[in-house]
C-alpha cells in the first residue's frame, strides 16, 4: 500500500535503495515469479538479520543503480541482469548461508495450463479412485489403465511433463483430479554480485577440494610443459632439480666419482648382503613383536 503521493514514496523508494547499495556489498538478484504475497512475507522473516529484500519496478531499480555509479562504477555490471519479474537481497553475510536460506523458502503448488513446467512431472502407478466413464480422458493422454475393483488404475509409471515444456489443459485436469501439487515455486537466484564481481549461483556450489584439484592439475600441465620445450618455470624447477640428481648420480655408479648423497647407493651396489643381513633383525624384530601383541 503506498502512503503519501506517488512523488513521496518514489522518493522515499530512491532514498532506501541508495541507503542499500552502500551498506551491502553483496546483492542478490531473485526472479520471483508465481511467489505470492504472503510466501514473500514468509520469505522476508526467514531472512531477518541475514538480508534485506527490495522488490520494485525494474526502471526504477535501473535508475536508482545508475545514480550510484558514480560512487561505485562496478554497479554497472548489474544492469543488463535487472530484466523480467526480479528483486535484490542485500546481505553481508556468507552467500551460500543466503543463497540456502532463500532456497528453502519454497511452497507446493498446482500444475495449472499454460505454465513452464520447472521439473519432470511423474505419475506414480496407483488406483486414481475414478469410476469407469473417465478411462477416455486417460486414453486421450495414452495413459495405460486397468478396472480394478470399479475404478480406473494407472498401470505403470508415467512421465506426465518434461521440465521446461509448457503444461497442457489435460495434464492439469489429471493432476487436479490425482491431488497432486508437483511444483515448489520460491525466489530462485539468477546472479550474484559480490563486491564488483558478477557470478552464477552455480559458483557457490564449488568446494574448496575442487579448486585444490583444478590447481594442481593446471601446475602439473604448466611442469609438463616446461620440461617438454626446456624452459624453466617455478612449477618444474623440483622435477628438473631430481632429474638432474638422478643423472648426476648415474655418473657417479658408473665411475669413481663420488659425492656424500651417492655413496649410500654405491656402497649397495658393491655388497648388497650387507644390507639384506642388517634388514632382517628389524624385521624379525617387527614380527616377534606381532606375535606378542596377538598371545595378549
Request: with cysteine.
Amino acid at each position: 500500500m503506498v502512503k503519501g503521493d506517488r512523488a513521496t514514496w518514489k522518493a522515499n523508494y530512491f532514498v532506501r535503495i541508495g541507503k542499500l547499495l552502500e551498506e551491502f556489498p553483496r546483492i542478490f538478484i531473485v526472479g520471483a515469479d508465481n511467489v505470492r504475497s504472503k510466501q514473500m512475507q514468509e520469505i522476508r522473516v526467514s531472512l531477518r538479520g541475514i538480508a534485506e529484500i527490495l522488490m520494485g519496478k525494474n526502471t526504477m531499480m535501473c535508475k536508482a543503480i545508475r545514480a550510484h555509479i558514480g560512487n561505485n562504477p562496478h554497479l554497472e555490471k548489474l544492469l543488463p541482469h535487472i530484466k523480467g519479474n526480479v528483486g535484490l537481497v542485500f546481505s553481508k553475510e556468507d552467500p551460500t548461508l543466503v543463497r540456502d536460506k532463500i532456497l528453502e523458502n519454497k511452497v507446493a503448488a498446482p500444475a495449472r495450463a499454460g505454465a513452464i513446467a520447472p521439473c519432470d512431472v511423474f505419475v506414480e502407478a496407483q488406483n486414481t479412485g475414478m469410476g469407469p466413464e473417465k478411462t477416455s480422458f486417460f486414453q486421450a493422454l495414452n495413459i495405460s489403465t486397468k478396472i480394478a475393483k470399479g475404478s480406473i488404475e494407472i498401470v505403470s509409471k508415467i512421465h506426465l511433463v518434461k521440465e521446461g515444456d509448457k503444461v497442457g489443459a489435460s495434464e492439469a485436469t489429471l493432476l487436479q483430479m490425482l491431488n497432486v501439487k508437483p511444483f515448489a515455486y520460491g525466489l530462485q537466484i539468477e546472479n550474484i554480485y559480490d563486491n564488483g564481481s558478477v557470478y552464477s549461483p552455480e559458483v557457490l556450489d564449488i568446494t574448496d577440494d575442487q579448486l585444490l584439484a583444478k590447481f594442481r592439475a593446471g601446475v602439473a600441465n604448466v611442469a609438463s610443459a616446461s620440461l617438454e620445450i626446456g624452459y624453466c618455470t617455478q612449477a618444474s624447477i623440483p622435477h628438473s632439480i631430481i632429474n638432474g640428481f638422478k643423472k648426476v648420480l648415474a655418473v657417479a655408479v658408473e665411475t669413481d666419482i663420488t659425492f656424500p648423497a651417492a655413496e649410500g647407493i654405491k656402497a649397495y651396489l658393491a655388497d648388497p648382503s650387507a644390507f639384506a643381513a642388517a634388514a632382517a633383525p628389524a624385521d624379525s624384530g617387527a614380527a616377534e613383536a606381532t606375535k606378542e601383541e596377538a598371545k595378549e
